[in-house]
């Protein structure tokens, strides 16, 4: 509980309005909000900042990662990587796993949303290696579900997701639910 509320605390801080805008070289999305962010943070492995409860290599890709500033100490959330869909930060972070890298994306900070420190990462650098763009989700997701190699959208294709509508429909209501719902629809 004590890991929950300082983290919390750390989350809401303050100090998290400084400006990381210096030497970023961030592409706009034009979402509301965005504001160019580079900084340094060690990738860390949520649940277990918030909770201690840490298995080896965060969690072997599945949680959520995240990035405590070097600056302040506040725990970023990168929610997203370089690609145009919502996905790929945790794909993206996890070979870096306890390691301090140098990020540059965009951060998108704003009370009136609830949306505090929410990152979109861009690239990621270790020490005097090359920086990499963070845009290797879907590499990632196709040699993962080879079987589903297609045209279309990947989640389309994605086994994971057309196990779920097979169970609970395409609303998630249940099979009768979606049945209903096309006849009188479609």
């Not at 909770?51 to 890709?61: I, L, R, S, W």
């Not at 209501?173 to 049945?179: H, I, K, N, T």
Request: proline share 5%.
């Amino acid at each position: 509980m004590k890991h929950l509320i300082a983290c919390l605390a750390l989350i809401a801080s303050p100090l998290a309005a400084q400006d990381f805008s210096e030497g970023s070289e961030a592409r706009s999305w034009n979402l509301y909000a965005e504001v160019p962010a580079k900084f340094d943070a060690q990738v860390v492995d949520v649940l277990c900042t918030l909770t201690g409860d840490c298995p080896e290599d965060c969690g072997a890709g599945k949680r959520q990662l995240g990035l405590v500033r070097s600056a302040d100490d506040v725990l970023v959330l990168p929610m997203k990587n370089s690609q145009p869909a919502f996905t790929g930060a945790a794909v993206e972070l996890a070979p870096f796993c306890g390691q301090q890298v140098t990020v540059d994306g965009l951060m998108i900070d704003d009370p009136e949303l609830g949306a505090n420190n929410v990152y979109l990462l861009q690239t990621i650098k270790v020490a005097d290696a090359d920086k990499i763009k963070a845009n290797q989700w879907t590499k990632v997701w196709a040699k993962t579900y080879p079987e589903a190699k297609g045209k279309g959208p990947w989640f389309r294709r994605d086994p994971r997701i057309k196990e779920i509508i097979a169970t609970e429909g395409y609303l998630g209501l249940g099979l009768e639910v979606d049945q209903a719902f096309i006849a009188d629809n479609f």
